[in-house]
Nanobody
Framework: QVQLVESGGGLVQVGGSLTLSCAAS????????MGWFRQAPGKEREFVAM???????YYADSVRGRFTISRDRAKNTVTLQLNSLKTEDTAVYYC??????????????????WGQGTQVTVSS
């Protein structure tokens, strides 16, 4: 069973930067893609960024150009660099991983494993 543990997050001002990290353990050879979703209060969980085994990266339009995802398969980690943060980036950020190569990369229902979440708060 894969376990995901996030670190990073916190409080930052508008325009600032943060780094989120996620470490996977247990059965990691089954993972096809690892990345991030987020959920703001009163909103549904939404796709942020993902990196697949072949190196292909995917970004939500709202973060493209500001966030960068990287993955170290040897260490079973994925990192999200958040730059030029906006107040609308405030949310709980969840690390996610999926096994299937066929299911949508953008749908939360496609993911098999989730971290506990880490809070990112951007203040104006």
């Amino acid at each position: 069973q894969v376990q995901l543990v996030e670190s990073g997050g916190g409080l930052v001002q508008v325009g600032g930067s943060l780094t989120l990290s996620c470490a996977a353990s247990g059965g990691t050879f089954t993972i096809y893609a690892m990345g991030w979703f987020r959920q703001a209060p009163g909103k549904e969980r939404e796709f942020v960024a993902m990196r697949a085994n072949g190196g292909t990266t995917y970004y939500a339009d709202s973060v493209r150009g500001r966030f960068t995802i990287s993955r170290d398969r040897a260490k079973n980690t994925v990192t999200l660099q958040l730059n030029s943060l906006k107040t609308e980036d405030t949310a709980v950020y969840y690390c996610a991983a999926k096994r299937s190569t066929l299911r949508s990369i953008y749908a939360s229902t496609s993911y098999d494993y989730w971290g506990q979440g880490t809070q990112v708060t951007v203040s104006s």
